[in-house]
């Protein structure tokens, strides 16, 4: 990305660039595991769409300067929030904050600020839910946490965004205000359409008689990965693993009796089996 010709900070704008965009990977990357997991859990897809961009130098310039700042490094990190910015469109406004909670607990995000102008829209109809959010980003002598803006709204919001965004350029802010009215009204027409499509997919889900079934077998597959949490992060030797021989196997068969230096790992084989018991069970019931 190539910066304006007046800038002279190039070395330091590239690494900042070289965060932003590390940023924007990161959080990408915990929507796409959060969009995965929901379609294997609950057969359902809360996203329909993601998009990501880095503001462009031209943009960034633009802005800096409409706030009565110099047009530093140091000022546009500081002040300028949504360089690095995600949007994430819903079909309902339900997923919309389903989402935004989801990112808000993960243990490495830190929430900075939220506008939600879904509660309370513009003066001019835009509606939509705004996070400004920090991810750990881990270079080779250091961390830096990173500031990404993430929008979060539904196809029609962000058809209504995405058009009232051609008239404000085209009109350079300054649209007729026949224009404007005509706008609003369709703001007003987005939202009650977000709030029917929203009411009759509630409508449908009472009708599903398989909602029984699929709340039963989500608790059984949240049952089998609490069990094997903890085994994703650790590592087992091979001399760890064999437990028992096959002379304690026979000794918990009955075949010989067990001696007092043996009884943990026959206590290890009897757990292990009703481990494997237990999943056998899970298994089956899927």
């Known amino acids: 990305m190539d910066l304006p010709m007046f800038y002279n900070e190039e070395e330091e704008w590239k690494k900042v660039m070289l965060m932003y965009d590390s940023a924007l990977k990161e959080v990408n990357t915990k929507i796409e595991i959060l969009n995965n997991e929901f379609k294997l859990a609950h057969q359902y897809n809360p996203i329909e769409h993601v998009t990501s ?28 929030n949504d360089v690095a910015g995600i949007r994430i469109i819903c079909s309902f406004t339900s997923d919309i904050y ?58 029609a919001m ?20 026949e224009i404007r009215k005509q706008l609003k009204e369709c703001a007003d027409i987005v939202s009650f359409l977000d709030q029917k499509m929203l009411s009759i997919n509630e409508e449908v889900k009472s009708y599903n008689p398989e909602d029984k079934d ?10 089998f990965q609490h069990m094997i949490k903890d ?5 087992v030797d091979d001399e760890e693993s064999i437990s028992y ?3 304690e196997v026979k000794i918990v068969e009955g075949i010989s009796s067990p001696s007092s230096a043996k009884e943990d790992n026959v206590k290890t084989y009897n757990a292990e089996n009703k481990k494997k018991e237990k999943r056998s069970k899970i298994f089956k019931f899927i």
């Open 245 to 247: 021989t096959e002379k």
């Open 231 to 235: 085994s994703f992060g650790t590592v």
């Open 214 to 223: 699929a709340q039963y077998r989500e608790i059984v597959s949240d049952t």
């Open 53 to 80: 961009r880095i503001k462009s130098p031209q943009s960034i310039a633009k802005k800096i300067r409409h706030n009565g700042r110099e047009l530093t490094v140091e000022n546009i990190v500081k002040y300028i």
């Open 158 to 177: 962000d058809f209504w965004a995405s058009l009232e965004h051609k008239i404000y350029y085209k009109f350079e802010g300054n649209a007729p205000e």
């Open 98 to 155: 389903r989402i935004a909670d989801l990112l808000a607990k993960q243990s490495d995000v830190r929430v900075l600020k939220v506008k939600d102008y879904i509660m309370c829209p513009k003066e001019n109809g835009y509606t939509s839910y705004h996070m400004i959010v920090s991810v750990p980003i881990y270079l080779s002598n250091t961390m830096v946490n990173t500031k990404v803006e993430v929008q979060i709204r539904t196809i």
